[in-house]
């Protein structure tokens, strides 16, 4: 019932703000401005960074429903701009509606959209340099390309490797954690003198990527020094895995994070494990602290683990063809197929659970 308060009392603020006598009265654009405010609400409280009108009947939410009754976008695309709902960025209005009316935002997530999207094709464009032999030589050691069941794993590497953005994605037991180690070696062995930084949403999932890091590191004990150990060798992990939020300086008392672009993070690359979690505006704070020059490795499953708060980033950044943020850009998206670790009955299920 809290919850319905606020949005009650949004709704009714925004139409206040709405400018002309007709937007204040209790019919014509005021009540369908308020409406709207109160779905969009409404929306992010059910994790959706907008409101898609032509998707909102499919959720299945009766208050969604009564609200959005009698509203399209061809309603809403006839909303004249003004204090109350923008076409775009400028001004200081609550709602941002598309030109088209399909897509509503407020204001604070249109934003946190816009600078999601551009700093991530701003690092999809930018391309590190080809592998050298060395590099080369070592990647076949660990993933033998005429193997296939490497295949997803030595794309992923090779895309930590020559991009300054990777995206990986993969269902538990795939290999995620053990590519990770990978590619910490290759990087190491290429520059030892990189700053590696390694984070994860929780302080749960953080000790646990420390963990599987060593894990995969040891190897069988019965089958000798493994690949990998021979890239490590002497090769230092990253200390520890930080939470995002201590990575960035966000305390309890503020939401404000110390790191930011004038503050930015101490390191040339950023490893985020578990990066299904990470919800619209912490991706929006890990961008904005990210160097200018700095690397973003994003590592998780987009079937698993929905983010704390609105926006389904990882799943958005994994999305290919039309649904595409990357633009012109070849999408840095890897997928680990091959699973190391369910037998073939668990790993059918898990598939059609996901279609």
Request: aromatic letters at 4%.
């Amino acid at each position: 019932r809290g919850l319905e308060t606020l949005e009650r009392r949004f709704g009714q603020w925004v139409r206040h703000l709405s400018q002309g006598e007709s937007a204040r009265g209790e019919s014509g654009q005021g009540e369908l401005v308020e409406r709207l405010a109160r779905a969009v609400s409404h929306a992010l409280h059910l994790k959706h960074s907008c409101l898609d009108l032509t998707q909102a009947g499919e959720l299945g939410e009766p208050e969604l429903e009564r609200l959005l009754m009698d509203i399209d976008p061809t309603s809403v695309g006839k909303i004249d701009a003004d204090a109350s709902i923008s076409t775009g960025a400028a001004g200081a209005a609550p709602l941002v509606r598309s030109g088209d009316g399909r897509f509503v935002w407020l204001q604070k997530y249109f934003l946190f959209e816009a600078t999601v999207a551009k700093r991530i094709r701003s690092l999809a464009k930018h391309e590190e340099s080809t592998l050298s032999s060395e590099l080369t030589r070592a990647l076949d050691e660990l993933y033998p390309a005429d193997d296939p069941r490497f295949r997803g794993q030595r794309e992923a590497t090779e895309l930590a490797l020559t991009r300054n953005l990777a995206v990986i994605t993969g269902g538990p037991g795939t290999g995620k954690t053990y590519t990770v180690a990978g590619i910490i070696g290759l990087l190491r062995q290429a520059d030892p003198s990189l700053r590696i930084a390694l984070a994860a949403p929780t302080g749960k999932a953080a000790n646990r990527v420390m963990e599987s890091l060593r894990e995969s590191i040891q190897g069988e004990e019965s089958g000798g020094e493994t690949p990998l150990q021979r890239l490590l060798g002497s090769a230092d992990l990253p200390e520890k895995a930080q939470t995002l939020h201590s990575l960035l300086g966000v305390h309890y008392h503020s939401v404000k994070p110390r790191r930011n672009r004038h503050q930015p993070l101490d390191c040339d690359v950023l490893i985020v494990d578990e990066a299904s979690m990470i919800d619209l505006p912490m991706m929006a704070r890990i961008l904005d602290a990210l160097p200018r020059e700095g690397r973003l490795i994003l590592l998780g499953d987009k079937d698993q683990l929905n983010s704390v708060e609105a926006g389904g980033v990882l799943a958005d950044l994994c999305a290919v063809g039309e649904q595409s943020v990357y633009g012109d850009n070849d999408a840095p998206v890897a997928e680990l197929a091959h699973n190391w670790r369910s037998v073939a009955d668990i790993k059918n299920l898990a598939e059609t659970v996901n279609e």
